[in-house]
């Protein structure tokens, strides 16, 4: 579901779950269970339950942001946002670390696999006192390898585990249960207190970390503003263009840059395929448990896919497939060169994840136009009214400690985790985030940065166990960071929190033939090989073998657990 480069080394921390080039808007959270009855498909717990468990809040004071985070609605608020690390790094762990303990740790990793024996590697164990061997796994199939090591029951000391991946896992929850440490005794309520860096993760995160009643999970970049993903556009070539990317508020104005920014003769396009991104435009209710419910004024539940909304989006998707201002490789589906096109001009409107609008993404862009810019639409919604847009759950990435730890190893554990939580602009956070100053980074006027050792073998894996509070920071491109953080701090005034939200579900197996047909209508219809009538008739199956039966197993959560809001 994420894209490969979601979670890549980047001077840019902030969770898009957070994400890079293309988060489908498929769950961002956990999920779990077989699905044949309610009350055991269900990872869920009843919300007092929930409360119960959660870890007390205590925000860090240690390092103030340049860009404070902004309030929003239903909970909402934006990423603090940082324009330089600062001079002098505060301490913010005191006291020994590790026991001397040795554990071994399976992370997922898009992007070549460094040297088991690094000097990264030797300036983080030695900061943790422990001896902490992380293994990195290919992330493209790092499902397929979870779903082997709960088969045979293979688990490491210390595993990260993608919300999007335990849909592949049978059992989820009971997996849960038999293999992972129960951190509810350690960290719920006062108790976190211990560990003062994990204490200053949000606890939306934690929430999402609950399963069947307990606290297992560790939350990986919480957001209190996270989202899937927005429209981009080229910057640059809208200023040259004399286009106020402002006056879209519309579908009609969106479509309307298709003749002024199409070029054929230069293989300018104005649209690439914007796919379940433009759910957001045309209000159709976010997922985080998979099909994307609401209720109706009688209390009930619709599916997005009966939604009179989902047919404005697929007459308009047809329409711009149709239109001749579709670049021709995103039209016939090859999503994989999607960022060339875009760095390139030859597409000059994209979509994808939040986290695709960082310095990275800058320096690739520059490399093809060095005038290249990346923007963002605001929030707005198809037909000109009140736009909104769905908050993801707090965290949608978790680590877990496997249940055969002694009390006193998962104590050394949580302390290694406290010192990987390190807030942004900490001794700590160097450390775990860039290794040893001179051997694999070195401090510039805009930050630390990578040398050419440190670009070698400094990769996600010890920040993919434990890391702080999502944040924005891109080392010498503040100007990128203050655009994200404008755009976001925008968003959050537009937010809702979707049915089930922050709850872990997995829909029954025995829906998933009649989603999977339907969507493959979608794909057609959207691609302007079918029309909206065959659509209409795809959904009269899909409502008799998935639509009602995913009801009825929801109707059962409702009554069991509540809705998560």
Request: glycine share 10%; net charge neutral; proline share 5%.
């Amino acid at each position: 579901m994420a894209s490969p480069h979601v979670f890549s080394r980047r001077q840019v921390f902030k969770t898009s779950a957070a994400l890079g080039g293309a988060i489908a808007a498929a769950p961002l959270l956990s999920a779990c269970g077989s699905g044949k009855a309610a009350a055991k498909a269900s990872g869920a717990a009843a919300p007092a339950a929930v409360k119960s468990v959660l870890p007390t809040y205590k925000a860090s004071t240690l390092v103030t942001p340049d860009i404070p985070p902004v309030s929003g609605v239903n909970g909402a608020a934006s990423d603090p946002g940082f324009l330089a690390f600062p001079a002098t790094p505060a301490k913010s762990v005191t006291g020994p670390v590790g026991a001397g303990g040795s554990y071994r740790a399976v992370t997922p990793l898009w992007g070549s696999v460094p040297p088991a024996s690094n000097d990264y590697y030797t300036a983080v164990n030695q900061a943790i006192g422990a001896s902490l061997t992380d293994e990195p796994a290919d992330g493209t199939t790092y499902a397929t390898m979870l779903a082997t090591r709960f088969a045979s029951g293979n688990v490491p000391d210390w595993l990260d585990i993608p919300g999007w991946n335990t849909q592949g896992i049978q059992n989820f929850a009971e997996g849960v249960d038999k293999y992972f440490k129960d951190l509810t005794p350690y960290l719920a309520g006062d108790k976190i207190l211990d560990y003062p860096n994990l204490a200053a993760i949000p606890t939306g995160g934690w929430q999402a970390g609950v399963w069947n009643g307990k606290l297992y999970g560790i939350p990986l970049w919480t957001s209190a503003g996270l989202f899937a993903g927005m429209i981009y556009y080229r910057g640059d070539i809208f200023k040259t263009a004399g286009i106020d990317a402002s006056s879209v508020t519309s579908a009609d104005k969106l479509f309307e840059l298709g003749k002024e920014l199409t070029d054929t003769s230069k293989g300018q396009y104005a649209f690439d395929d914007l796919g379940v991104y433009l759910f957001q435009v045309f209000n159709i209710t976010a997922s985080t448990t998979g099909t994307g419910f609401k209720q109706d004024s009688s209390g009930k539940l619709i599916s997005k896919y009966e939604q009179p909304q989902f047919l404005e989006y697929l007459a308009f998707a047809s329409k711009v497939a149709k239109s001749g201002y579709m670049h021709p490789d995103a039209l016939s589906g090859d999503s994989s060169k999607a960022d060339n096109r875009f760095w390139a001009g030859k597409s000059v409107i994209s979509a994808g994840g939040t986290g695709a609008w960082n310095k990275a993404d800058a320096l690739s862009g520059i490399a093809a136009n060095r005038d290249y810019e990346r923007q963002g639409f605001k929030v707005f919604a198809f037909d000109g009214g009140k736009p909104s847009i769905g908050l993801g759950a707090g965290a949608g990435m978790f680590s877990y400690l496997t249940k055969k730890l002694t009390d006193a190893q998962v104590k050394e554990l949580l302390r290694i985790a406290d010192y990987l939580a390190a807030p942004f602009g900490t001794q700590e956070y160097l450390v775990s985030r860039y290794g040893r100053e001179g051997t694999t980074y070195t401090v510039t006027a805009a930050g630390p940065a990578l040398n050419d050792e440190g670009n070698k073998v400094v990769t996600d894996t010890y920040d993919q166990l434990a890391n702080c509070q999502s944040i924005t920071f891109n080392s010498g491109y503040n100007q990128i960071t203050k655009d994200y953080a404008a755009w976001q701090a925008d968003a959050v005034q537009h937010a809702y929190k979707p049915l089930f939200y922050a709850m872990n579900i997995t829909e029954p197996e025995e829906t998933a033939k009649a989603n999977t047909a339907l969507e493959s209508v979608i794909t057609d219809v959207k691609y302007g090989r079918k029309t909206v009538a065959d659509y209409q008739a795809a959904l009269s199956t899909w409502v008799t073998a998935g639509g009602d039966p995913l009801r009825t197993f929801y109707d059962g959560i409702i009554k069991q657990y509540g809705t998560g809001n």
